[in-house]
Every structure is written in structure tokens, then in C-alpha cells.
């Protein structure tokens, strides 16, 4: 994406990471930004930033384990992930997640056949766990999930201006910004 937050790249005239926040908002009573680095960059969105705990920077699971803290420390009982690159998730995905995590450690969304493990609510008494498991050099989120017990929570595609996508759609490359930009403010005719 050529260097830079990817997050705070333009998505129809506002960052990539508001149109996240937009589609949060409803969904959380409060919202902090998973980012490592200087949080000054960050300070438009007037969030709280908080940065990994843990050294090396362990990817997703250090973001992960660093927000429950931050959840603990706020009282709460489940931390809600979502990934910041990702601007269409659904608007029922807290109340969905927060159905099936009745019955199950971890609800992880799932589109298309496919899990996506930084869309999950989390119980946040499985901090300690976490950090024990990143101790170990161990990184993927699929095996955490499999060691704490998860349930895959299906969601269906979402329509937009543009058509429909899978609601889990992210942007990692300068292709996926495009499309984004046609799905959510499709040239008008």
C-alpha cells in the first residue's frame, strides 16, 4: 500500500479507520485503536490507543491481549475486535457474536466458509491464557482459538451501492482501496 497506515488512507473523503469507527460506534459502548507506534497520528479520531504490552510485537494476538487488558482495566467482561481495514463488517456483528458467545468461549465471524478471527468477541478472563501462549513464540490466532474453544458465527454478504460483498472485505492492496471506493461511492452516471 505503499508505507503509511493503510488505515488512514482516503475511502470516499474520509480515512479508511472512520468509516470502522462509523460502523462500530453503534455496536460498542467504547472503542479504543489497537496501534503500535506514535499514537499522535491517531489523535483525529479522539479514541483511546492502545499498544501491544508485550515485546516483538506478536501481530494480531499482541493487539488481541493487549485490549483485554485495557477491557479489564474498564471493567468489562468481553473484548469486541474487528480489524481496521475492513469497512463494510455488519451492523448486527456485536449482537450476532454476542448470541453465539453465550455458548461457547470465543465467537469468531465467518463469511463465505471462511473464519475471520480479528472479528470476535472475546472473553477477556482468557488474558493470562494469552499472554502464556504468546510467551511461547506461538503467533496464529486459529491456534488460539483452537486451544480456548471457539464458535464460528456465519454471516451473509451485505449489499452496497456498488453490489454486494463479503462483509468481511479488507484492503490490503491498491486494488481492494478501488474496489472499496466503487462499492461504498460508485461514480455516479
Known amino acids: ?64 491481549e493487549a485490549g483485554m487488558r485495557w477491557a479489564q482495566s474498564a ?19 456485536a449482537a450476532h457474536l454476542n448470541q453465539a458467545a453465550e455458548n461457547t468461549a470465543i465467537a469468531v465471524a465467518a463469511s463465505r466458509v471462511r473464519l475471520h478471527p480479528t472479528f470476535a468477541l472475546w472473553p477477556v478472563d482468557l488474558a493470562d491464557s494469552l499472554t502464556v501462549f504468546l510467551a511461547t513464540g506461538r503467533r496464529r490466532v486459529l491456534d488460539f482459538l483452537e486451544l480456548s474453544g471457539y464458535r464460528a458465527v456465519p454471516f451473509e454478504d451485505i449489499a452496497l451501492p456498488g453490489g454486494d460483498v463479503d462483509p468481511f472485505f479488507n484492503v490490503n492492496q491498491p486494488s481492494d482501496l478501488a474496489e472499496a471506493w466503487n462499492l461504498l461511492c460508485p461514480p455516479t452516471k
Open 75 to 93: 471493567g468489562a467482561e468481553r473484548l469486541l475486535t474487528v480489524s481496521g481495514d475492513s469497512p463494510f463488517f455488519p451492523a448486527t456483528l
Open 1 to 64: 500500500m505503499g508505507g503509511g497506515d493503510k488505515t488512514l488512507l482516503d475511502l470516499c473523503g474520509k480515512p479508511l479507520l472512520a468509516h470502522v469507527i462509523a460502523r462500530l460506534s453503534p455496536q460498542a459502548a467504547t472503542i479504543a485503536i489497537s496501534a503500535n507506534g506514535d499514537p499522535a497520528r491517531l489523535t483525529i479520531f479522539d479514541l483511546p490507543v492502545v499498544a501491544d504490552r508485550l515485546p516483538d510485537f506478536p501481530g494480531p494476538l499482541g493487539g488481541i
